[in-house]
C-alpha cells in the first residue's frame, strides 16, 4: 500500500481556492488606492480665466481644448468625463505639465477681433494667445493623457478581477451574486470596496440567512449613490474644487 502525502493529494485547484482569495484579499484595496490617487490627480477642476492667463504666461499650458462642457455617460465608475468639442464653446480645458487639468468658462472668441500676429497676442483674448504661443487646438499625448489611461486600466483590472471572483467564484455569504453586482456599481468603487470588506476581510462563518436579494442590491445603489453624490458636493463646498475636483 503507497501512502500520498496530504500535500500532494490535494487537488491543484483546491491550492487555487486557497491563494485567489488571499490575492484579492490585498491586491484589490491595492489596485484601488492606486486608481483613486491617479484619478483623483487628474479629474478636471474648476478654474477661472484668470488662471488660464496666469498659467499660459508662465508658460505651463501643454494642451488645451474648447468645449461645450463635458460629456459624462456614467459608463462605469471608473471611467473619466470627456470633453464635448465645440469651435464657439463656453469654455476652455487645458492641461499643465504636471498632468492636471482645469477648466474655466471663457466668453467664446470672436474671429474679427483676432491680432494680425502673435506680436499682439498680449493684448487679444485667450484664443488668440493660445493660438500664438501654443499651436492649433489639440489634446492628449502629454502627461495628463497618459495618467488618465493609466487610472482607465486599474479600473478596468479592478472590475475584471472582481466581477471573476464574482461570477466564478463561490457564492457570496451575505448576498446573493446579483446584490453585490448591482451594490459593486456604486460610484468610485465604493460596492467594490464593501465587498472586499464583507466578503474576503470579514466573512460570516456561514451564509447569512437573510442574505441581500438582487432588488436589495438595487435599492442600495439608489440610496447609497444619492447619499456618495451628497457627501461630494458638501465636501466641494467646504475644500474646494482643488481637493475635491470634478
Do not use: C, K
Amino acid at each position: 500500500m503507497v501512502e500520498v502525502s496530504p500535500s500532494r493529494s490535494r487537488p491543484f485547484g483546491g491550492r487555487w481556492r486557497v491563494v485567489v482569495p488571499v490575492a484579492l484579499r490585498w491586491g484589490l484595496p491595492v489596485l484601488w488606492v492606486l486608481w483613486a490617487a491617479l484619478a483623483w490627480w487628474v479629474e478636471p477642476r474648476e478654474s477661472t480665466e484668470a488662471q488660464l492667463d496666469r498659467d499660459l504666461t508662465a508658460g505651463r499650458v501643454v494642451t488645451y481644448q474648447r468645449a461645450n462642457g463635458w460629456a459624462d455617460d456614467d459608463a462605469y465608475w471608473g471611467s473619466r468625463p470627456a470633453l464635448r468639442p465645440a469651435e464657439q464653446g463656453w469654455m476652455i480645458a487645458w492641461t499643465l505639465p504636471n498632468g492636471q487639468t482645469r477648466y474655466a468658462s471663457v466668453q467664446p472668441p470672436n474671429p474679427q477681433s483676432y491680432p494680425d500676429g502673435p506680436d499682439r497676442s498680449a493684448q487679444a483674448g485667450p484664443d488668440a494667445r493660445l493660438a500664438a504661443v501654443v499651436g492649433p487646438w489639440h489634446g492628449g499625448g502629454d502627461a495628463a493623457h497618459r495618467i488618465t489611461t493609466t487610472a482607465g486600466l486599474l479600473a478596468g483590472v479592478l472590475l475584471l478581477l472582481w466581477l471573476g471572483r464574482l461570477i466564478g467564484g463561490a457564492p457570496p455569504l451575505t448576498g446573493t451574486r446579483w446584490f453585490w453586482f448591482w451594490v459593486g456599481l456604486l460610484p468610485f468603487g465604493a460596492g467594490v470596496l464593501a465587498w472586499t470588506y464583507r466578503e474576503l476581510w470579514r466573512p460570516p462563518a456561514a451564509p447569512v440567512p437573510d442574505r441581500g436579494s438582487g432588488w436589495r442590491g438595487v435599492g442600495w445603489l439608489i440610496l447609497a449613490g444619492v447619499g456618495i453624490g451628497l457627501l461630494v458636493s458638501v465636501a466641494r463646498i467646504m475644500f474646494g474644487t482643488t481637493v475635491v475636483p470634478g
